[in-house]
């Protein structure tokens, strides 16, 4: 057995009962035997045992009153993976699967995400069991006040910087700042996300969907392809899909279909984005909205939304939401490209049927890296006590995300995988932790 297998048998051993851990830890240590070829040095710090081990995790009651005054608990975490590159980063999932299994492979995935970025910051993941779907606002002000009575204990703005994901987003951050203000009087970026009005940065909503789709039309444009007259399916309709949506139609490409986790729409004139948006960031309704206001549009119950035809899909809903079969019927309708706007969507075997099929394939943790990237902006004009206009900002992120672009494509053919995206961000996101860690001895 190679270093790299006994490393992930020891996960499997101590995280039985964690299968989306295990699956991400695994991605990232399959693509790594070529790099402890040539680093032997890290076997023998421990180097792979110290990065698949969060650093510290908090697990921890959240007790609040409903309207209805009766005493609801819920369980709330903050999983502090690593810090060899920087203060802790990464975002907080409000969503009922939440468990330890999922936050931490949200927070392992964010050590080499975030280090794409070229930016200081380590890796991390919080959330809760709490569902914020049908609360009304006073609710989810108690809980979220009530989760950061705990939480606050355990970040700041060169600590722990949290910011929004599944379920948290700038109603749920502005309760959790204004509790954190009041509990410690502090008036610093420790959380980002935020509303423009008290520290926010421009751009950081539309970021990781604007993010994903610069990554992909510099991947696609590689092979002389463009978003110009494409046609592109979107699942979810959150804040990741929107954005995405929104940077597609800038560049010239056509959103038939979009989805929430109770079915999906398709429009073959192209999906509203007005509709949509005003159906989730205003009115919190369901997608099935859509078609009351597009008669000529179809919604479908469920899942299927991977049967539609298109030439680019954007997965951008939740992890694991497109499988083999999935993959397979998007092969056969002719899709070039895919590029994950949520963290792990595919599957494993999904990932493999892209790959042979020469699909071009644009892995969450450098797709999706806009926004922990901008979220970073956001620290430094906090600390600054500045703020950039949106076309500053927008030209950063896109920097960022061509510069993700050329080292993940370089490093997989350094390594002999040339387009093969996955084993490219897997080790560069390594490579520099690695090193990080291998100067700071063992701790
Ligand atoms: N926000 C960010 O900056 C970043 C987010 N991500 C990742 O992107 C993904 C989406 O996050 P975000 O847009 O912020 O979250 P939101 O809560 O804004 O939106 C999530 C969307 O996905 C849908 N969804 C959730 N579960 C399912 C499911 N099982 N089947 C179909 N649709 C589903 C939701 O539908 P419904 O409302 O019905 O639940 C909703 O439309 C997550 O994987 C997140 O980790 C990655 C990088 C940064
Ligand atoms: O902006 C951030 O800090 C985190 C974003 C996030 O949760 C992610 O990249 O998955």
Redesign the pocket.
Same mark, same amino acid.
Request: with cysteine.
């Given at each position: 057995m190679s270093y790299v297998e006994q490393v992930y048998q020891k996960v499997v051993e101590r995280n039985p009962h964690e299968p989306e851990f295990l699956q991400a830890v695994k991605e990232v240590l399959d693509s790594l035997e070529p790099v402890l070829d040539r680093h032997p040095e890290y076997q023998k710090a421990g180097l792979l045992e110290r990065i698949v081990e969060p650093e510290r995790q908090i697990i921890f009651r959240v007790p609040w009153v409903d309207d209805q005054g009766r005493v609801q608990v819920n369980r709330g975490m903050r999983i502090q993976f690593n810090s060899a590159i920087g203060p802790y980063k990464g #975002?907080i999932?409000f969503?009922p699967t939440v468990y330890t299994g999922i936050i931490k492979f949200?927070g392992f995935e964010q050590i080499f995400?975030n280090s794409l970025t070229g930016l200081p910051i380590g890796g991390a993941k919080g959330g809760s069991d709490f569902d914020p779907?049908g609360k009304s606002d006073a609710e989810v002000m108690r809980f979220c006040q009530s989760f950061m009575n705990e939480l606050y204990r355990h970040i700041g703005a060169d600590v722990d910087v949290p910011? #929004? *994901? !599944?379920?948290?987003?700038a109603r749920e951050i502005g309760y959790m700042y204004g509790q954190y203000k009041k509990l410690t009087r502090l008036y610093e970026g420790v959380l980002t996300?935020k509303g423009l009005s008290y520290g926010g940065s421009l751009v950081?909503t539309e970021? /990781?969907g604007y993010g994903l789709v610069y990554f992909v039309d510099e991947m696609i444009k590689a092979k002389g392809k463009s978003f110009e007259g494409a046609t592109v399916v979107i699942?979810?309709?959150?804040?990741?899909? !929107?954005y995405a949506a929104e940077k597609v139609y800038q560049l010239g490409g056509k959103v038939v279909a979009m989805? *929430?986790?109770?079915g999906y729409i398709y429009d073959k004139d192209g999906v509203n984005l007005d509709t949509v948006k005003r159906i989730?960031e205003v009115e919190r309704g369901? !997608?099935r909205d859509y078609v009351k206001s597009h008669p000529s549009a179809e919604y479908v119950d469920g899942?299927g939304i991977w049967n539609i035809k298109c030439d680019v899909a954007l997965p951008?809903? /939740?992890?694991n939401?497109l499988d083999e079969n999935d993959a397979k019927k998007l092969v056969a309708n002719g899709c070039f490209a895919v590029g994950e706007?949520?963290?792990?969507?595919c599957t494993p075997e999904a990932v493999r049927v892209f790959l042979e099929n020469k699909v071009l394939f644009a892995p969450?943790k450098a797709a999706?890296?806009? #926004?922990?990237a901008t979220?970073a902006l956001e620290m430094s004009q906090n600390s600054m006590r500045m703020s950039w206009t949106f076309e500053e900002v927008d030209a950063k992120l896109k920097n960022i995300m061509v510069n993700i672009y050329k080292n993940v494509s370089q490093t997989a053919k350094e390594y002999g995988h040339e387009d093969n995206f996955v084993v490219g961000a897997n080790i560069a996101g390594f490579l520099k932790v690695a090193d990080a860690m291998m100067a700071q001895g063992i701790v």
């Open positions: #975002g999932r969503h949200l995400k779907k910011a #929004g *994901d !599944i379920g948290v987003g996300g950081r970021a /990781t699942s979810g309709s959150g804040n990741v899909a !929107i989805c *929430d986790s109770n989730k369901r !997608i899942t951008c809903a /939740t992890q939401e706007g949520a963290n792990m969507p969450g999706n890296a806009g #926004g922990v979220s």
